[in-house]
T-cell receptor, first 118, second 113 residues
């Protein structure tokens, strides 16, 4: 079974500062995909960033970057220059290589609630 | 381009009743996934439909079922509702079977009283 663990239920950060959200996962697969999703109060899940396990380079999307440590099975999200609009639940998610049997079923962690304060 | 749309936004049902939730994927997307987001349990995979067939299901009882129509829209049915079925139900669509990108709708909040 593949599990995703987010050990920080809640975090807060001041505007313009940097915050790191932690995620660890457990899998016997070698090739897989990791994601961070954001769920603001509007409830819609928004993809923040994606990492393919076979790529050693850490993914970056504007102010969002990841620290992917494959051997440690760790996938943390760093948010730089935090903005009030970053306030949301953040979910780490994992899928094995999609195939005809598993499709794209995401395994989610339980989430980290991030509050950005003025 | 319209995103994934779900209806209704909110649904209140009595224990023992049946609930029907609907999802329209992004145009051109053939795969639809359903997830349950219950308080304290995070998001859990429910069902996957592709090309009109159920391809995979998560660890949920058979009273959770659904279907996918020829236009790729999907319906989730929950029979014999229990109080613990109260949750946000999210639908996601993907361009094709095995696609690595999923786009989510805003969900249906189901409350069982």
């Amino acid at each position: 079974a593949q599990t995703v663990t987010q050990s920080q239920p809640e975090m807060s950060v001041q505007e313009a500062e940097t915050v790191t959200l932690s995620c660890t996962y457990d899998t016997s697969e070698n090739n897989y995909y990791l994601f961070w999703y954001k769920q603001p109060p509007s409830r819609q899940m928004i993809l923040v960033i994606r990492q393919e396990a076979y790529k050693q380079q850490n993914a970056t999307e504007n102010r969002f970057s990841v620290n992917f440590q494959k051997a440690a099975k760790s996938f943390s999200l760093k948010i730089s220059d935090s903005q009030l609009g970053d306030t949301a639940m953040y979910f780490c998610a994992f899928i094995p290589p999609p195939n005809s049997n598993s499709g794209y079923a995401l395994n989610f962690g339980k989430g980290t609630s991030l509050l950005v304060t003025p | 381009e319209a995103g994934v749309t779900q209806s209704p936004t909110h649904l209140i049902k009595t224990r023992g009743q049946q609930a029907t939730l609907r999802c329209s994927p992004i145009s051109g997307h053939t795969s639809v996934y359903w997830y349950q987001q219950a308080l304290g349990l995070g998001l859990q995979f429910l069902l996957w439909y592709d090309e009109g067939e159920e391809r995979n299901r998560g660890n949920f009882p058979p009273r959770f079922s659904g279907r996918q129509f020829p236009n790729y829209s999907s319906e989730l049915n929950v029979n014999a509702l229990e109080l613990e079925d109260s949750a946000l139900y999210l639908c996601a669509s993907s361009p094709y079977r095995g696609g690595t990108e999923a786009f989510f709708g805003q969900g249906t909040r189901l409350t069982v009283v």
